[in-house]
Protein backbone atom coordinates (compact mmCIF):
# COMPACT_ATOMS: atom_id res chain seq x y z
CA UNK A 1 0.00 0.00 0.00
CA UNK A 2 0.94 3.50 -1.36
CA UNK A 3 2.40 5.90 1.87
CA UNK A 4 1.92 9.92 0.62
CA UNK A 5 4.35 12.58 2.01
CA UNK A 6 3.94 16.29 1.35
CA UNK A 7 7.15 17.48 -0.84
CA UNK A 8 6.21 21.25 -2.28
CA UNK A 9 3.15 23.23 -1.14
CA UNK A 10 1.68 25.26 -4.05
CA UNK A 11 -0.25 27.96 -2.43
CA UNK A 12 0.47 29.85 0.89
CA UNK A 13 -1.03 28.69 4.20
CA UNK A 14 -2.57 31.68 6.59
CA UNK A 15 -7.77 27.99 14.59
CA UNK A 16 -13.12 27.48 19.42
CA UNK A 17 -11.39 26.46 22.71
CA UNK A 18 -14.25 25.43 24.50
CA UNK A 19 -16.14 23.75 22.35
CA UNK A 20 -18.90 21.11 24.08
CA UNK A 21 -19.36 18.66 20.90
CA UNK A 22 -17.65 17.61 18.01
CA UNK A 23 -21.08 17.55 16.41
CA UNK A 24 -22.42 21.39 15.14
CA UNK A 25 -25.45 23.10 13.70
CA UNK A 26 -23.01 25.60 12.70
CA UNK A 27 -19.45 26.29 12.70
CA UNK A 28 -17.85 29.11 14.95
CA UNK A 29 -16.82 32.38 13.12
CA UNK A 30 -13.22 33.04 13.15
CA UNK A 31 -11.54 36.60 11.85
CA UNK A 32 -8.65 35.74 10.21
CA UNK A 33 -5.60 37.66 10.99
CA UNK A 34 -8.70 39.60 13.05
CA UNK A 35 -10.50 40.24 10.07
CA UNK A 36 -8.36 41.04 7.08
CA UNK A 37 -10.36 42.17 4.46
CA UNK A 38 -12.26 44.50 7.03
CA UNK A 39 -9.39 46.11 8.63
CA UNK A 40 -6.01 46.67 8.82
CA UNK A 41 -4.71 43.02 10.04
CA UNK A 42 -3.41 42.29 14.00
CA UNK A 43 -4.79 45.44 15.05
CA UNK A 44 -6.55 46.65 17.83
CA UNK A 45 -9.13 48.07 15.15
CA UNK A 46 -9.68 45.35 13.63
CA UNK A 47 -10.63 42.86 16.38
CA UNK A 48 -12.66 45.51 17.88
CA UNK A 49 -14.71 45.46 13.98
CA UNK A 50 -14.59 41.76 14.17
CA UNK A 51 -16.56 41.52 17.36
CA UNK A 52 -19.12 44.06 16.67
CA UNK A 53 -19.46 41.69 13.45
CA UNK A 54 -20.40 38.93 15.51
CA UNK A 55 -17.28 36.62 15.31
CA UNK A 56 -16.84 33.76 17.97
CA UNK A 57 -12.72 33.50 18.19
CA UNK A 58 -9.95 36.13 16.87
CA UNK A 59 -7.16 34.70 14.76
CA UNK A 60 -3.50 36.86 15.45
CA UNK A 61 -0.25 36.44 14.01
CA UNK A 62 2.32 36.59 16.60
CA UNK A 63 6.15 37.64 16.06
CA UNK A 64 9.07 38.27 18.53
CA UNK A 65 10.42 41.72 19.43
CA UNK A 66 13.95 42.20 20.08
CA UNK A 67 13.20 42.57 23.65
CA UNK A 68 11.79 39.20 23.26
CA UNK A 69 7.77 40.16 23.94
CA UNK A 70 5.26 38.65 22.08
CA UNK A 71 3.95 41.16 19.11
CA UNK A 72 1.11 41.13 16.31
CA UNK A 73 2.35 41.33 13.24
CA UNK A 74 2.51 38.72 9.69
CA UNK A 75 5.05 39.83 6.90
CA UNK A 76 8.60 39.18 7.73
CA UNK A 77 9.31 42.69 6.68
CA UNK A 78 7.87 45.85 8.35
CA UNK A 79 7.72 47.59 4.85
CA UNK A 80 4.81 45.06 3.60
CA UNK A 81 1.89 46.72 5.61
CA UNK A 82 3.41 49.91 7.81
CA UNK A 83 5.77 52.90 7.54
CA UNK A 84 8.57 51.53 8.93
CA UNK A 85 10.90 48.74 7.59
CA UNK A 86 12.91 45.77 8.30
CA UNK A 87 12.08 42.58 10.98
CA UNK A 88 9.96 42.93 13.87
CA UNK A 89 12.93 41.53 15.84
CA UNK A 90 14.77 44.74 15.45
CA UNK A 91 12.58 46.91 16.95
CA UNK A 92 11.31 46.72 20.61
CA UNK A 93 7.97 46.48 21.39
CA UNK A 94 7.45 50.06 22.68
CA UNK A 95 8.82 51.30 19.03
CA UNK A 96 6.37 49.04 17.38
CA UNK A 97 3.70 50.84 19.59
CA UNK A 98 4.72 53.62 17.58
CA UNK A 99 4.44 52.15 14.13
CA UNK A 100 1.62 52.61 11.82
CA UNK A 101 0.67 48.95 10.45
CA UNK A 102 -2.91 50.85 8.46
CA UNK A 103 -0.29 52.00 5.58
CA UNK A 104 -0.93 49.14 3.01
CA UNK A 105 -4.85 48.67 4.20
CA UNK A 106 -5.68 52.01 3.49
CA UNK A 107 -3.29 52.22 0.11
CA UNK A 108 -4.96 49.18 -1.10
CA UNK A 109 -8.69 50.88 0.18
CA UNK A 110 -8.42 54.23 -0.61
CA UNK A 111 -8.39 55.48 2.75
CA UNK A 112 -7.39 58.62 3.76
CA UNK A 113 -4.36 58.29 6.61
CA UNK A 114 -5.33 59.30 9.93
CA UNK A 115 -3.93 59.22 13.55
CA UNK A 116 -5.79 56.09 15.06
CA UNK A 117 -3.74 54.22 18.19
CA UNK A 118 -5.83 50.90 17.28
CA UNK A 119 -3.80 50.72 14.35
CA UNK A 120 -0.45 50.31 15.69
CA UNK A 121 1.43 47.02 16.09
CA UNK A 122 -0.07 45.68 20.23
CA UNK A 123 1.40 43.38 22.38
CA UNK A 124 -0.50 40.58 23.13
CA UNK A 125 -0.91 40.63 26.55
CA UNK A 126 -2.30 44.34 25.50
CA UNK A 127 -4.54 42.63 23.30
CA UNK A 128 -5.60 39.75 25.80
CA UNK A 129 -5.98 42.47 29.01
CA UNK A 130 -8.23 44.46 26.46
CA UNK A 131 -10.37 41.75 25.34
CA UNK A 132 -10.70 39.68 28.54
CA UNK A 133 -13.11 36.89 27.64
CA UNK A 134 -12.20 36.51 23.91
CA UNK A 135 -11.00 33.51 22.24
CA UNK A 136 -7.73 33.86 20.44
CA UNK A 137 -5.79 31.79 18.19
CA UNK A 138 -2.00 32.60 17.87
CA UNK A 139 -0.36 31.92 14.99
CA UNK A 140 3.39 31.63 15.57
CA UNK A 141 5.09 33.37 12.46
CA UNK A 142 8.65 34.72 13.97
CA UNK A 143 10.67 33.98 10.70
CA UNK A 144 13.86 35.09 13.18
CA UNK A 145 13.48 34.20 16.72
CA UNK A 146 14.42 31.09 19.03
CA UNK A 147 11.48 28.69 19.51
CA UNK A 148 12.34 28.00 22.97
CA UNK A 149 12.84 31.85 23.52
CA UNK A 150 9.76 32.22 21.63
CA UNK A 151 7.50 29.64 23.84
CA UNK A 152 9.11 30.80 27.31
CA UNK A 153 8.08 34.82 26.46
CA UNK A 154 4.56 33.25 25.29
CA UNK A 155 4.44 31.20 28.40
CA UNK A 156 5.29 34.29 30.86
CA UNK A 157 2.47 36.45 28.11
CA UNK A 158 -0.33 33.89 29.34
CA UNK A 159 0.90 33.57 33.15
CA UNK A 160 0.35 37.35 33.15
CA UNK A 161 -3.59 37.36 33.53
CA UNK A 162 -4.95 40.62 34.97
CA UNK A 163 -8.23 40.67 37.60
CA UNK A 164 -11.47 40.31 35.64
CA UNK A 165 -9.54 37.80 32.65
CA UNK A 166 -10.57 34.75 32.06
CA UNK A 167 -7.96 32.30 32.48
CA UNK A 168 -5.37 33.15 29.44
CA UNK A 169 -4.07 29.31 29.27
CA UNK A 170 -7.95 28.28 28.62
CA UNK A 171 -8.62 31.01 25.78
CA UNK A 172 -6.06 30.67 24.01
CA UNK A 173 -4.45 27.67 21.34
CA UNK A 174 -0.80 28.24 19.36
CA UNK A 175 -1.19 27.03 15.54
CA UNK A 176 2.53 27.53 13.59
CA UNK A 177 3.31 26.09 10.27
CA UNK A 178 6.98 25.61 11.38
CA UNK A 179 6.61 21.76 13.62
CA UNK A 180 9.87 23.38 15.64
CA UNK A 181 7.66 25.99 17.29
CA UNK A 182 5.28 23.84 18.37
CA UNK A 183 8.30 21.18 19.54
CA UNK A 184 9.66 24.00 21.87
CA UNK A 185 5.62 24.24 23.62
CA UNK A 186 6.20 20.87 24.28
CA UNK A 187 9.69 21.74 25.94
CA UNK A 188 8.48 24.30 27.57
CA UNK A 189 4.86 22.54 28.54
CA UNK A 190 6.71 19.34 29.90
CA UNK A 191 7.58 21.66 33.70
CA UNK A 192 4.51 22.60 33.73
CA UNK A 193 1.50 21.86 35.87
CA UNK A 194 -2.26 21.09 34.05
CA UNK A 195 -3.60 24.33 34.15
CA UNK A 196 -0.43 26.30 32.69
CA UNK A 197 0.09 23.85 29.59
CA UNK A 198 -0.21 26.04 26.63
CA UNK A 199 -2.25 24.31 23.90
CA UNK A 200 -1.64 23.59 20.72
CA UNK A 201 -2.90 21.99 17.16
CA UNK A 202 -1.59 19.44 15.88
CA UNK A 203 1.52 19.61 13.61
CA UNK A 204 -0.13 20.85 10.07
CA UNK A 205 2.06 18.47 8.33
CA UNK A 206 0.59 15.60 10.39
CA UNK A 207 -2.67 16.88 9.54
CA UNK A 208 -2.05 17.19 5.52
CA UNK A 209 -0.05 13.77 5.33
CA UNK A 210 -3.43 12.04 6.68
CA UNK A 211 -5.52 13.82 4.86
CA UNK A 212 -3.65 12.53 1.97
CA UNK A 213 -3.26 8.75 2.68
CA UNK A 214 -7.40 9.12 3.10
CA UNK A 215 -8.32 10.82 0.50
CA UNK A 216 -5.76 8.79 -1.90
CA UNK A 217 -5.55 5.81 -0.71
CA UNK A 218 -8.64 5.38 1.42
CA UNK A 219 -6.14 4.61 4.25
CA UNK A 220 -7.35 6.13 8.01
CA UNK A 221 -4.02 5.91 10.53
CA UNK A 222 -5.50 8.70 12.90
CA UNK A 223 -5.84 7.34 16.67
CA UNK A 224 -9.41 6.52 17.58
CA UNK A 225 -8.74 7.10 21.32
CA UNK A 226 -10.27 10.40 22.69
CA UNK A 227 -7.09 12.58 23.60
CA UNK A 228 -8.39 15.97 23.21
CA UNK A 229 -6.21 17.10 19.34
CA UNK A 230 -7.13 19.94 17.41
CA UNK A 231 -6.49 20.14 13.54
CA UNK A 232 -6.37 22.82 11.38
CA UNK A 233 -6.66 23.01 7.25
CA UNK A 234 -7.70 24.19 4.64
CA UNK A 235 -11.07 22.71 2.75
CA UNK A 236 -9.40 22.31 -0.53
CA UNK A 237 -5.36 22.39 -1.00
CA UNK A 238 -3.66 22.22 -3.46
CA UNK A 239 -0.23 19.39 -2.94
CA UNK A 240 2.69 18.17 -4.40
CA UNK A 241 2.90 14.39 -3.33
CA UNK A 242 5.59 11.96 -3.33
CA UNK A 243 4.55 8.28 -3.81
CA UNK A 244 7.36 5.91 -3.03
CA UNK A 245 7.41 2.73 -4.67
CA UNK A 246 9.53 -0.10 -4.10
CA UNK A 247 11.56 0.51 -7.58
CA UNK A 248 11.71 4.43 -6.51
CA UNK A 249 8.97 6.84 -6.67
CA UNK A 250 6.96 9.76 -8.72
CA UNK A 251 5.80 12.84 -8.12
CA UNK A 252 2.40 14.74 -9.09
CA UNK A 253 0.13 17.30 -8.22
CA UNK A 254 -2.99 17.04 -6.43
CA UNK A 255 -5.74 18.63 -4.38
CA UNK A 256 -6.63 17.58 -1.36
CA UNK A 257 -10.61 18.31 -0.50
CA UNK A 258 -12.50 17.32 2.60
CA UNK A 259 -14.88 15.26 2.60
CA UNK A 260 -17.31 12.83 4.77
CA UNK A 261 -14.90 10.25 4.55
CA UNK A 262 -12.43 12.23 5.69
CA UNK A 263 -14.27 13.69 8.29
CA UNK A 264 -15.38 9.92 9.48
CA UNK A 265 -11.86 9.14 10.01
CA UNK A 266 -10.87 12.26 12.03
CA UNK A 267 -13.58 11.81 14.05
CA UNK A 268 -12.88 8.31 15.15
CA UNK A 269 -11.33 10.27 18.10
CA UNK A 270 -14.90 12.12 19.36
CA UNK A 271 -12.47 14.80 20.90
CA UNK A 272 -10.90 15.58 17.67
CA UNK A 273 -11.88 19.61 16.72
CA UNK A 274 -11.15 20.67 13.08
CA UNK A 275 -11.16 24.00 11.60
CA UNK A 276 -11.28 24.92 7.80
CA UNK A 277 -9.45 27.78 6.77
CA UNK A 278 -9.96 30.18 3.74
CA UNK A 279 -13.33 30.26 4.21
CA UNK A 280 -14.65 33.16 2.28
CA UNK A 281 -17.75 32.11 -0.20
CA UNK A 282 -21.35 31.13 0.52
CA UNK A 283 -20.49 27.81 -1.43
CA UNK A 284 -17.62 26.55 1.09
CA UNK A 285 -19.13 28.06 4.08
CA UNK A 286 -22.45 25.56 3.18
CA UNK A 287 -20.26 22.78 2.54
CA UNK A 288 -17.93 23.23 5.98
CA UNK A 289 -21.71 23.12 7.59
CA UNK A 290 -22.80 19.83 6.11
CA UNK A 291 -19.39 18.40 7.25
CA UNK A 292 -20.13 19.95 10.84
CA UNK A 293 -16.37 21.36 10.78
CA UNK A 294 -16.07 23.10 14.22
CA UNK A 295 -15.10 26.42 12.96
CA UNK A 296 -14.57 28.14 10.14
CA UNK A 297 -11.73 31.28 9.59
CA UNK A 298 -13.02 34.07 7.32
CA UNK A 299 -11.27 37.27 6.12
CA UNK A 300 -14.07 39.57 6.61
CA UNK A 301 -16.60 39.07 9.51
CA UNK A 302 -18.83 41.55 7.80
CA UNK A 303 -19.43 39.69 5.17
CA UNK A 304 -19.79 36.55 7.15
CA UNK A 305 -22.71 38.21 9.41
CA UNK A 306 -25.20 38.20 6.26
CA UNK A 307 -24.22 34.59 4.75
CA UNK A 308 -24.43 33.22 8.53
CA UNK A 309 -28.13 35.03 8.94
CA UNK A 310 -28.56 33.69 5.43
CA UNK A 311 -27.52 30.51 5.93
CA UNK A 312 -29.64 29.56 9.62
Not at 2 to 21: D, E, G, H, K, P
Not at 294 to 309: C, E, Q, R, T, W
Request: with cysteine.
Amino acid sequence: MRNYIMATLLLSATFIVNAQSVTVSSPQIIAHRAGTADAPENTLLAIDKALSNGVDAIWITLQLSKDNIPVLYRPSDLKELTDKSGAVSSYTAQQLAKVDASVAYNKKHHIQPKTDSRTNIPTLDEVLKKYPDTTFYLDIKSPDANPLTFAKALKETLTASTKGEKDRFARTRVYSTDDNYLKALDTVNADSDASHKIKRFESRNFTRTQLANITMDHKCELPADNTERWYGLELHRKVQVVEKYTLGEGRSDAVLSWDKEAMDCFRKNTNAHIIFFGINTPEDYKKAKELQVNGVMVDSPALFKNIVSKNK
